[in-house]
């Protein structure tokens, strides 16, 4: 049973959100208090999740591997098991509810799984083996879903779910994160109304004034977590609540929602992981922190970026200079570090980072590369690129220095080994692991730019390429996995070890992690460029190991570093 301590701060938690509310906040407080209680009878022993150096998550669909027989959860249980266990004790499964669109965030129901996919027994399986983040698809909902069904008919569950608005309503300062139409007049109930539709016109905005929309979260978290879910992904968080004549993002109330997730999350048996998803700014990712008290972990949106940038170009200062500037995480916190994803390289988290004349120079080069632009509406300032569609081998393909394209495996892997080692969690894409290029084809067939790198694989194939030693496939998963095998062995590399970012000059990208006990320091230094490097390192670091070749480091002569060579040099 909760103390009198946590059901007060759940009451003010409650309270904040909904201060000015004619509703019942005590009726709906005492209702998180019981479904609180009643999981913690049913779950009574505490577990908690082990975060370490070894924490490192694969990023996938449910159906990234299939066989055209079986079910791709099954499918994907025995490729894991296979191939990526040692390496990945975390799974980031992308949406897998049914869905009408956008590669299952348009979701139509959170309480049932894609039968194409598997079952929730499915899901549970995958759980005893490994870590599994779920995405709570929480600012939208499908239009084509049974809430938004019943919404049009008055009926529940689905009555008041939407944010629909009436022509007195000022969304001229809405920050947009897409270019498509907003708002959408229906008919409701013999009233003109406006739907509000951040991303899509087939994905409708929840309407959290309503607290049974909050209520009814709070219960399919719960439900997650009782189907072996323990690490949430809050999708969209940041457009979450919406006013009158302000920006509608990061308000307040999207800030004290995610508390309250968090106090919930902290007060069961069970213990869950909160990942605030938030393609902005860097300032205003960094907020979703809160005071220790919102997300558990934020992703790393700036390292994509300027990971890709820096490598292209080969200069190293801008990223030193952010890296010097990058706050370190506190207890309980950590940054989710990547490079690729199922969307894209979003661009907003490097808006005064790189000025406009450095990101004109960059998207340049990403489409002589290969890639696509998804675009957002700026008012009365036309349109800005929002993401770069793109695979990361075709981005690193080739250069503007590195015109033939020699070193784009070189670059590939000096990303990879930067984001290992750089203060957080790692997690890697799917289809990173094996290096796929562009899937045009399915590009060109659906027109979703976001689909150039959703390329979904047939088992037999993938593993056909895997026993292939001469293969593109076996050669990156290969090297992918040998990084990880190192990596997560170092305790210099926990998420919270200490990070001190060094200036060793503009060809080169360096910090030393300190593991929390002092007793492993490591020094990370990468070649960005395609030339050898001489780097006078006496004085600067300390003797040691290189831990990706094993040859020992002197520091009393210079050190040679080949084109992006990276060196881990461990006490």
């Known amino acids: 049973m909760l103390s009198k301590k946590d059901r007060k701060n759940l009451e003010i938690k409650f309270n904040n959100i909904y201060l000015n509310s004619k509703i019942s906040n005590k009726l709906y407080t005492d209702e998180i208090i019981n479904l609180i209680n009643k999981f913690n009878k049913k779950n009574k022993v505490r577990n908690n999740l082990k975060i370490s150096e070894k924490t490192s998550l694969v990023i996938s669909y449910g159906n990234s591997v299939t066989d055209g027989n079986r079910k791709s959860l099954k499918v994907f249980y025995g490729f894991y098991k296979k191939y990526l266990k040692k390496s990945f004790d975390t799974i980031h499964f992308l949406p897998f509810y049914p869905s009408s669109s956008d590669s299952g965030f348009a979701v139509k129901d959170h309480y049932k799984i894609d039968p194409r996919l598997g079952t929730w027994s499915d899901v549970r399986r995958i759980s005893q083996i490994s870590n599994v983040m779920g995405d709570l698809v929480i600012n939208h909902s499908s239009a ?4 938004f069904s019943n919404f049009l008919k008055n009926k529940s569950p689905g009555k008041g779910y939407f944010f629909a608005v009436d022509k007195n309503f000022k969304s001229t300062n809405v920050i947009r994160p897409r270019e498509h139409r907003l708002l959408k007049k229906i008919n409701l109930m013999d009233k003109e109304k406006y739907l509000w539709r951040t991303f899509s016109p087939d994905q409708i905005d929840l309407n959290f ?7 009814r979260f709070i219960k399919i978290i719960l439900n997650l977590i009782n189907h072996g879910i323990r690490i949430f992904r809050l999708d969209a968080i940041a457009y979450l609540w ?5 920006k509608c993002i990061n308000h307040y109330n999207t800030h004290n929602i995610i508390k309250l997730i968090r106090t919930i999350c902290s007060l069961l048996s069970k ?6 998803e938030t393609n902005l700014p860097e300032k205003e990712n960094l907020s979703y922190f809160g005071k220790n008290d919102e997300a558990n972990w934020v992703y790393n949106f700036s390292l994509s970026p300027l990971l890709v940038y820096s490598l292209l170009f080969e200069d190293s200062k801008k990223i030193t200079k952010w890296s010097k500037n990058f706050p370190s995480t506190k207890k309980n916190n950590n940054y989710l570090n990547f490079i690729a994803s ?3 390289i979003g661009m907003r988290p490097i808006e005064g980072i790189l000025d406009n004349n450095t990101k004109k120079k ?12 998804s675009f957002r509406k700026i008012l009365g300032k036309g349109k800005n690129v929002y993401e770069a569609n793109i695979t990361l081998f075709n981005a690193f393909k080739k250069s503007n220095i590195d015109k033939n394209g020699k070193f784009g495996f070189e670059r590939y892997f000096a990303a990879h080994r930067i984001m290992m080692s750089f203060e957080g969690v790692p997690a890697i894409y799917f289809n990173s692991i094996f290096g796929n290029s562009n899937d045009n084809s399915k590009y060109i067939i659906s027109g979703n730019k976001r689909d150039l790198n959703r390329y979904r694989w047939n088992s037999l194939k993938l593993e056909n390429h895997l026993k292939d030693k001469k293969s593109k496939q076996n050669k990156y ?3 992918m996995i040998n990084l990880l095998k190192i990596r997560n062995k170092q305790k210099a590399f926990h998420p919270n070890a200490q990070r001190i970012t060094l200036d060793l000059g503009s060809r080169v990208f360096a910090f030393k992690r300190t593991s929390l006990d002092k007793k492993q320091t490591i020094t990370c230094i990468t070649n960005m460029t395609s030339n050898v490097q001489l780097l006078n390192i006496n004085g600067k670091i300390m003797n040691g190991k290189n831990l990706l070749n094993e040859k020992l480091v002197d520091i009393n002569k210079k050190l040679q570093l080949q084109p992006f060579q990276t060196v881990w040099i461990s006490n």
């Open 342 to 344: 199922h969307d894209g």
């Open 271 to 276: 213990e869950c992981i909160i990942i605030t």
């Open 242 to 246: 919406k006013e009158s004549g302000t």
């Open 362 to 373: 960059f998207f340049q080069r990403l489409k002589k590369n290969g890639g696509e632009f």
């Open 477 to 479: 998963y290969v090297n």
């Open 209 to 215: 004034k309503n607290p049974k929309v909050l209520m």
């Open 144 to 147: 084509r879903g049974l809430w």
